[in-house]
């Protein structure tokens, strides 16, 4: 067993100090412990020396000062560590289940939309916020802090407004729009000419800003144009009008004939018929400011849009509506048609405005249909 001297211990305290530990408690500990190891494992005649730079340079990767660097931001970030661990899992988490959503979705199986949900939820609102304030932590510069919460924004903006996108909920496409001004108004230029001027970083910044233009410009590509949306909107109201106008023709022909109908099937038909024309005067009120309108379909006050039916009709009426075509169902003969249950606005209330007016009206078709079918 090595004996250390007086004049050794200061040896050492003094290569610790000057390698740049400068902590006190630290310093200490590290004397104690290469104390330790050479009292241990030096031979009585071995050289001091040669073994006490070959055991200290096991003690960090480049220099010394590692180690107090570590135990400062240890001491500083408490959490740190946590924080990794819940990032890393949180990812892990929400990538298992955005993978599981698709499938399902792909597959028409139950319970898609909730994976879905979960999973960008728990990418938006756990992952990359606590991504962003781990690398935020790590670079000394504010532009870097700057660069990196830019980034970290835009991609919680575009994978929220995918979300609503997916969930038909209102405010996708502006969601995804701010998030690629975000990405090539304000981080690209940042991110740019902060990495192009360091020459280790410049082809990776070069490389990594092509790749940001291409794929913004993708994913404009899959944006509806103004213009575009404009000419779908008159086309849906156009269809909108044709169809009402065909349902009126109907029953104005079944006016003309004699009623086959018994008294209580002739009032539930009554009930689902003017429940589907309450409901499409309400929601064509909110959408358009009018409940009934004709002629020119493409004024811009007058068009229907892409908005969730649910959103001017609240779920309880769509609710009534069903029970009373269930109703109505019951009283129907062999050679009546039945309004089906499945695949419409009965099934879906999270429907959009163009495609829940024509389920109403094609509701509204089977009754009048029905009431000029003996029974």
């Known amino acids: ?15 610790i100090s000057a390698r740049g530990v400068k902590m006190v408690s630290l310093q200490q500990d590290l004397l104690d412990h290469v104390c330790c190891i050479i009292e241990h494992n030096l031979d009585e005649d071995g050289d001091f020396e040669s073994f006490y730079f070959n055991e200290i340079a096991k003690f960090y990767e480049k220099q010394l000062v590692e180690i107090e660097e570590e135990t400062i931001h240890l001491l500083i970030h408490k959490n740190y560590y946590v924080m990794k661990k819940i990032m ?15 499938l399902f979705k792909f597959l028409h199986w139950p319970g898609a939309s909730f994976l879905l949900l979960v999973g960008v939820v728990l990418l938006s609102l756990v992952f990359l916020p606590l991504l962003f304030v781990l690398k935020a932590k ?22 929220l407004g995918v979300l609503f996108k997916v969930m038909h909920w209102p405010f996708a496409n502006v969601l995804c729009i701010s998030a690629l001004f975000i990405m090539v108004f304000l981080f690209l230029p940042i991110y740019f000419f902060s ?46 009008l044709i169809n009402e106008q065909i349902l009126e023709n109907e029953r104005q ?27 499409k005067e309400k929601a064509l009120q909110k959408e358009t400011g009018t409940a009934n309108f004709s002629g020119n379909h493409e004024n811009d006050d007058f068009i229907i849009g892409e908005t969730s039916f649910v959103q001017h009709v609240a779920s309880s009426s769509l609710s009534e509506l069903k029970n009373r075509v269930e109703a109505y169902n019951l009283k129907l003969t062999a050679n009546q048609q039945k309004i089906p249950l499945t695949n419409s606005i009965l099934s879906n209330g999270n429907t959009k405005m163009d495609l829940a007016l024509n389920d109403l009206i094609q509701i509204q078709m089977i009754v009048l249909q029905n009431q000029r079918v003996k029974s």
């Open 138 to 159: 790590e670079k000394k510069e504010s532009k870097e802090k700057v660069v990196i919460g830019l980034g970290a924004l835009a991609a919680i903006s575009i994978s």
């Open 88 to 102: 890393l899992v949180s990812g892990s988490v929400s990538a298992s289940l955005l993978c599981l959503g698709l």
């Open 1 to 15: 067993m090595y004996c250390i001297s007086d004049q050794q211990i200061d040896f050492i305290l003094d290569d």
């Open 253 to 279: 022909l079944l006016n003309l004939q004699e009623e086959s109908l018994s008294q209580d099937l002739k009032k539930s038909s009554d009930l689902v018929y003017s429940f589907c024309q309450e409901l």
């Open 195 to 240: 990495g192009i001027k360091n020459p280790d970083t410049k082809v990776n910044t070069i490389v990594s800003s092509i790749l940001i233009i291409t794929g913004s410009a993708l994913i404009l590509t899959l944006v509806r144009s103004p213009y575009g949306t404009q000419k779908l909107y008159a086309e849906n109201t156009r269809t909108y």
